[in-house]
């Protein structure tokens, strides 16, 4: 085939995938705006008002984006959710692409990505329960970061960041990923440096939100300790759990040994991570596990593409 018919093929294909993005976009955000309802400490109105309770007011940036779209056009606030729903959600796929291009075939990247919106659809609307403004950004700006991460853009990078700590504090696990990327692979010095600006541009953003919404109910955090511990007792959050991601991270922690190492150090966040959320979130609500989606989803395929390599070649030798 010639230069100029595989650019056609090329386009076409890259066309249809982004078709296919779209309509995962829209049938996730039929589905979560379907089964999810407002939190009532944090709903819409009073969250672009900056009225809603703290810590949930602190997560800003979803709520300036919509209520730039209804002061600058004629679009009301639910409606300009639901549309930013569709966008989060179709920016985080084609981010979630790039990201996997790192590790993936052209065409296993591509198609890997609806990994990401199959995970969203379990966490979000399958065991939805409650639907914030902030939660689908924070996919997106975590997907940016970690891909700039493994291509050491650190510009796209600190972008991320900082617009990630103005929309939900949980970015930090950005650092977290920086640092088991980094293990034994950078000079301590170049990591710990980086890991102190994150820190400094974290407490920054954190202490300013704090000042600035010190008049909001609420506090600063809620803990969840002895809930979660008594949930975890009786048993209520075993089906959601097992079931979460869409089962995802069976695959994923199964092929735990053939897939990329950088793969496999990023699946090492989930422990803190999951330590982290025993004390200051509700483990049943699935909405709290963001920054995992991409990471599980990204296990996932490799698991599955490494046990598909297996059985193949095994075929081969017969």
């Not at 689908?136 to 650190?154: D, E, M």
């Not at 422990?271 to 963001?290: D, K, S, T, W």
Request: hydrophobic share 55%; aromatic share 16%; glycine share 6%.
């Amino acid at each position: 085939m010639n230069t100029h018919g595989k650019i056609s093929q090329n386009r076409t294909f890259f066309g249809f995938i982004l078709c296919l993005y779209l309509l995962a976009s829209l049938l996730f955000t039929q589905e979560y705006f379907g089964h999810a309802i407002e939190w009532k400490q944090a709903p819409l109105e009073k969250t672009i008002r900056f009225e809603a309770d703290t810590p949930f007011q602190y997560r800003v940036l979803a709520p300036l984006v919509i209520r730039a779209i209804i002061l600058t056009t004629p679009i009301d606030a639910y409606a300009a959710s639901t549309i930013l729903t569709v966008v989060w959600t179709f920016f985080s796929l084609l981010a979630f692409r790039i990201l996997l291009r790192t590790f993936f075939s052209n065409a296993g990247a591509s198609f890997g990505a609806l990994l990401l919106a199959y995970a969203m659809y379990w966490n979000y609307a399958v065991f939805g329960i409650w639907r914030m403004p902030f939660d689908l950004p924070a996919i997106l700006l975590f997907t940016l970061g970690l891909f700039a991460l493994v291509r050491q853009r650190w510009v796209l990078f600190y972008l991320a960041f900082v617009l990630g700590a103005l929309n939900r504090e949980t970015i930090l696990v950005l650092s977290v990923a920086f640092i088991f990327l980094s293990w034994k692979r950078a000079e301590p010095t170049f990591v710990w440096k980086h890991v102190g600006v994150q820190l400094g541009l974290w407490m920054l953003i954190r202490a300013t939100l704090i000042v600035i919404f010190r008049n909001n109910q609420g506090g600063q955090f809620q803990t969840q300790f002895a809930a979660n511990i008594n949930n975890l007792m009786s048993g209520m959050p075993t089906i959601p759990l097992l079931l979460s991601f869409g089962g995802l991270w069976l695959p994923a922690f199964l092929g735990w040994r053939a897939i990329d190492n950088r793969i496999r150090r990023l699946l090492l966040v989930t422990i803190p991570f999951a330590g982290v959320m025993v004390i200051v979130g509700n483990l049943h609500e699935l909405r709290i596990y963001n920054e995992l989606v991409p990471i599980i989803s990204m296990g996932a395929l490799g698991g599955w593409l490494a046990f598909y390599d297996r059985v193949r070649f095994g075929r081969q030798q017969k």
